[in-house]
């Protein structure tokens, strides 16, 4: 293959054997600081399951609590498990590749070696794959040690979450690509990442929200995260129910990687 070649990356495809070297790179940078990147994961996700879940939980539970009788600290745990997950892919694909690109210029010293734009772009998504994972193994031991969990479908909700973390992360990576700031990223946590945090189904259901809104909360990624987790922990699931939600995370993370793959041609390949 030739030098343009090996830069594009096989054609038709999102990830080669290079693609291990950007993830044995991040893996590495981990080791440094794992401490760092575990306490910023779980802190925030712990402080929300304690102060709702139990804090706000006992005023819940003694007005009814939510649909069905579930405790409220069960109804949250599972979503702020998905949500945990979201919260670091979309950071993940934001600064951290804006400084691999613009800032650090990391991709293009990694572009003088063998490596190609597409190789960069999957081997990203690996590593936020794995950090998804990780914060979701341990949260999901958080619940459980909590008692917040009703079915052991509950393990389930892993891979949902990590699923839920690239179906952010895969287009928000895209856009990284096509911005030479990060001024853009502002907006994007402002006015997209926390409100979908609050009212797509976290903390109470969406049909309490006013019926003009709630068409938008069902096609985000994580109301299907975690309308999917939540079913699961508290083993209620409808198979064709589960199916859409998993059909929708998995459309909308291959669309932001044919868009990643687009994005990170035109602004890595000269």
């Given at each position: 293959m030739t030098v343009a070649g090996l830069r594009l990356g096989r054609p038709g495809a999102i990830a080669s054997r290079r693609s291990l070297r950007i993830l044995e790179h991040d893996l590495l940078v981990?080791?440094?600081?794992?401490?760092?990147?575990?306490?910023?994961?779980?802190?925030?996700?712990?402080l929300y399951l304690v102060s709702m879940g139990i804090g706000l939980g006992l005023y819940v539970n003694r007005n009814g609590g939510v649909p069905g009788g579930v405790p409220y600290l069960d109804y949250i745990a599972p979503a702020l498990l998905v949500t945990q997950a979201m919260m670091a892919g979309a950071f993940e694909a934001a600064y951290p590749i804006m400084g691999k690109i613009h800032w650090d210029k990391t991709y293009h010293a990694a572009l003088n070696t063998p490596l190609g734009a597409l190789d960069l772009l999957a081997g990203d998504l690996m590593w936020i794959s794995f950090r998804a994972t990780l914060l979701s193994l341990l949260f999901l031991l958080v619940i459980v040690l909590m008692g917040a969990t009703a079915s052991p479908l509950?393990?389930?909700?892993?891979?949902?979450?990590?699923?839920?973390?690239?179906?952010?992360?895969?287009?928000?990576?895209?856009?990284?690509?096509?911005?030479?700031g990060d001024s853009g990223f502002n907006a994007l946590f402002r006015f997209g990442i926390t409100p979908l945090f609050l009212?797509?189904?976290?903390?109470?259901?969406?049909?309490?929200?006013?019926?003009?809104?709630?068409?938008?909360?069902?096609?985000?990624?994580?109301?299907?995260?975690?309308?999917?987790?939540?079913?699961?922990?508290?083993?209620?699931?409808?198979?064709?129910?589960?199916?859409?939600?998993?059909?929708?995370?998995?459309?909308?993370?291959?669309?932001?990687?044919a868009a990643g793959r687009v994005t990170f041609r035109r602004r890595l390949v000269v």
């Open positions: 981990f080791r440094r600081g794992w401490h760092s990147y575990l306490l910023s994961g779980l802190s925030q996700p712990f509950v393990v389930l909700a892993v891979p949902v979450a990590v699923l839920t973390a690239l179906a952010f992360a895969a287009p928000i990576m895209a856009f990284t690509a096509t911005q030479t009212f797509s189904g976290t903390f109470f259901p969406i049909e309490r929200l006013p019926l003009f809104l709630q068409p938008l909360a069902w096609i985000t990624p994580l109301y299907h995260g975690v309308a999917a987790a939540r079913s699961l922990s508290l083993g209620q699931v409808e198979p064709a129910g589960l199916t859409i939600h998993i059909a929708a995370l998995v459309a909308v993370a291959l669309a932001g990687m």
